[in-house]
């Protein structure tokens, strides 16, 4: 007897559906094969199986068993096929019988890992499985119980999740009730905390007004400065200051940190911005993603976040290197031999160094104990090109004593946020309709296109000229150029100003990196 399950495969971010077709066949001697192109643990799924049917109750089939995953040329991995596999034999060896009256499993994706003793484990991915069910016109799931609410949080899908392959026979059998998991309230902007504010900074207004900036329109930003002058206190309280997610976002975001495991099951949907701050010993993989069964790296996992790169020159230069791409397409691409996976990688690089190795160069109170030799050797590690593509350059001087001791009113994070969500929804509102210049929807300055910056960059004459005198006295690269006329740009929303003023011009002038750096 044959029966047919729906199910999915997920490749990068993205899921399709996969069709299990399980055959039993009393012709020929007893076995249990699974073709279809699975990996190892689609392989061991059969052990997996059997060790369940026993525990749970089942009888398992003693017959010549065959298991297709269609499509065949499809790569398929990971243990969640293991629940469709084993419903699939319930159904074909006649222990269940489908009622499309009570639970249509013609209509009824299912995914899900099983334990030895017949309960469900908890899997990755299952969010995209949920959009691709929604999109294909599926109107319901069946997970297992610690992947419920994730899947329920696309609107409109029942979603059953049991905690075990006993407990969904007995719901089949009609000998339990059957109860669908109910979509959770969202709500994105209540209860959103930061353990550290800008009110507990004293002092580096410029470093604030820089910050500002770069959460305002998304930009690129390297600080540099002595140890201990707040680069990184600076770096932990950005996220404080950025907009919250918009649901899309949140969707985006909750997608890869399901896809990475990374999901916690209490809570279903990311509601906050990611903050990604790796260690300058993390390989090229961890950075930028990859592996044999391809995972988000570093810089997906920071998507529409923060990456926060401390001690930037400290990292493995082909490491640094590799990130400019990802900066200019706000996306990787994975190749390996069998495809290539695009993932997202829309975030804001953040990234502190000190001046020299010792870090006291040009410090007032101490002397740099290093070589000239150490230090052109440890200014070379960051190279012109990835210095390029950084929006908003910025020394931070160590803290006077007087200002840390002073009792003065500091501006917090609240009240930035509301400049910068103000700015934000100019951005909304000037990028409503489709893009001019790449594929995709723009949602800050820092994603504008050349055809974006030339129909939404207006400048007075007086910005313009200083513009073009700045670009003959600072070599700027086309590059360069482009990204003045967008942090000018984000200036002046900040200050609601239509078109780009010449003080705007400086100010974005004022954070390009130097050559000596």
């Known amino acids: ?39 190892r643990a689609v392989e061991e799924s059969k052990e997996r199986v059997r060790a369940a049917f026993r525990n749970s109750g089942a009888e398992f089939p003693l017959h010549r068993i065959t298991v297709n995953l269609a499509p065949a040329d499809m790569p398929k991995e990971g243990p969640a096929y293991d629940l469709p596999i084993a419903l699939g034999l319930l159904l074909a060896s006649g222990q269940v019988i489908s009622n499309p009256e009570k639970l249509d499993l013609e209509n009824t994706l299912i995914a899900g890992e099983l334990s030895l003793d017949g309960s469900l484990r908890k899997i990755n991915g299952v969010l995209p499985l949920a959009i691709l069910a929604k999109t294909r016109g599926i109107k319901r799931m069946i997970v297992p119980k610690d992947n419920g609410v994730e899947a329920a949080i696309i609107e409109g899908l029942e979603v059953l999740a049991p905690e ?22 969202i709500n994105l902007e209540d209860g959103l905390s930061y353990e550290y504010d800008f009110s507990q ?88 993603g990859g592996g044999n069964n391809i995972r988000p790296g570093e810089i997906s996992l920071a998507h529409r976040g923060v990456l926060f790169l401390d001690e930037v020159a400290e990292f493995p230069r082909q490491s640094v290197e590799s990130l400019r791409q990802p900066l200019e ?5 994975i190749s390996r031999a069998s495809g290539s996976i695009s993932l997202p990688a829309q975030f804001v690089l953040f990234a502190a160094r000190n001046p020299c ?40 001087p160590p803290v006077e004593v007087e200002k840390l001791s002073a009792d003065l009113e500091v501006e917090s994070s609240a009240e930035i946020r509301k400049k910068v969500t103000a700015a934000r929804k100019i951005q909304l509102d000037r990028f409503k309709g489709p893009p001019a210049g790449r594929a995709g929807k723009i949602l800050t300055n820092s994603e504008m296109g050349n055809k974006d910056i030339k129909e939404h960059c207006t400048l007075t004459q007086e ?25 000018s740009r984000t200036i002046a929303d900040l200050a609601t100003s239509e078109n780009i003023q010449a003080e705007h011009i400086a100010e974005a002038l004022q954070y390009r990196a130097r050559e000596e750096s």
């Open 1 to 39: 007897m044959l029966a047919k399950i729906i199910s999915a495969a997920n490749i990068g971010l993205d899921a399709n559906l996969v069709t299990c077709e399980i055959d039993i066949s009393s012709q020929g001697l007893p076995s249990f094969t699974i073709v279809g192109l699975g990996d």
């Open 164 to 185: 075990s392959l006993q407990q969904l026979v007995r719901i089949l059998l009609g000998q339990e009730s059957l109860e669908f998991v109910e979509r959770p309230v």
């Open 463 to 487: 910005g313009l000229d200083l513009l073009k005198m700045a670009v003959s006295s600072l070599n700027l690269s086309a590059r360069g150029y482009h990204r003045v006329l967008k942090l």
């Open 201 to 288: 900074i004293k002092g580096q207004e410029s470093a604030k007004r820089a910050l500002e900036i770069s959460a305002a329109g998304g930009h690129n930003i390297l600080l540099k400065g002595p140890p201990g002058a707040g680069k990184t206190m600076l770096a932990r309280s950005f996220p404080s200051i950025l907009p919250p997610l918009t649901f899309e976002e949140a969707i985006e975001v909750t997608k890869i940190y399901s896809i990475a495991g990374l999901l916690d099951s209490n809570n279903s949907l990311v509601t906050t911005r990611p903050f990604r701050s790796p260690h300058h010993s993390a390989s090229y993989v961890g950075l930028l």
């Open 329 to 333: 397409d706000r996306r990787i691409t």
């Open 357 to 396: 190795p010792c870090g006291f160069l040009g410090d007032k109170k101490r002397n740099c104990a290093c070589m000239p030799g150490q230090i052109a050797k440890y200014k070379r590690r960051i190279s012109g090109p990835f210095l390029d593509r950084i929006d908003i350059y910025l020394e931070v």
